[in-house]
Nanobody, 126 residues
């Protein structure tokens, strides 16, 4: 069955870095765009970043642009999110998800997700 398993979260001081990973299985990963979304306590789900199926196109929310980098390894069925210069407001549970379309993946507009993982918690605090 379809499965997305995130890892790599943790507690980091402001200004630090983390790399999140997502292992995908149960579907032809290389055929589909993918996205990272996050949810902070008491807040709505927020689109963070997305990438096209081949990895040639990427999109980022304004809040993370220039600090986060999304990537994928289709040979390994893996999705990644490198996060630098982390801020307390980046604290959230991060989810790897399959969006409904490439436009959703790259822009976050009309965010519709077909499935997602269990999430990995990121806490930025001194």
């Amino acid at each position: 069955q379809v499965q997305l398993v995130e890892s790599g979260g943790g507690l980091v001081e402001p200004g630090g870095s983390l790399k999140l990973s997502c292992a995908a299985s149960g579907f032809r990963f290389s055929n589909y765009p993918m996205t990272w979304v996050r949810q902070a306590p008491g807040k709505e789900l927020e689109w963070v970043s997305g990438i096209s199926n081949g990895g040639g196109s990427e999109g980022y929310s304004d809040s993370v642009k220039g600090r986060f980098t999304i990537s994928r390894d289709n040979a390994k069925n893996m999705l990644y999110l490198r996060m630098n210069s982390l801020k307390p407001e980046d604290s959230a549970v991060y989810y790897c998800a399959k969006p409904s379309t490439t436009d959703v993946a790259l822009t976050g507009r009309k965010l519709t997700l077909e499935f997602w993982g269990q999430g990995t918690r990121v806490t930025i605090s001194s």
